[in-house]
């Protein structure tokens, strides 16, 4: 099983490009935001805000999302709604920290 992404790794990819596989074709998606969550020894809270073109409109659910440098995950996306710039989708992360 491959490592969990961590919010350093996503915050290092910040204004990339993500590509969504979703039922009227792929999307591209800018990550656009990173903010922390309520953080412990053992547990990391984090959320992503992407920003995509308002057509093809992705509702919420799990996609398969290729990044060129983080490789290919699934993702749970939630829209948020549109903005100037297009449609907002928000990803939100509780998992446990890596023990080694």
Known sequence: ???????????DCLETQFVADGAGGPAALL???LQQGANSARMESFSLLFCGPIA????QGIYRLQHEKLG???MFLVPLGPDGRGMQYEAV???FRDSR
């Open 56 to 59: 093809p409109y992705l509702p």
């Open 93 to 95: 992360f509780n998992r």
């Open 1 to 11: 099983m491959a490592p969990a992404l961590s919010s350093k790794d996503f915050g």
């Open 31 to 33: 990550l656009v935001g």
């Open 72 to 74: 290919t995950m699934e």
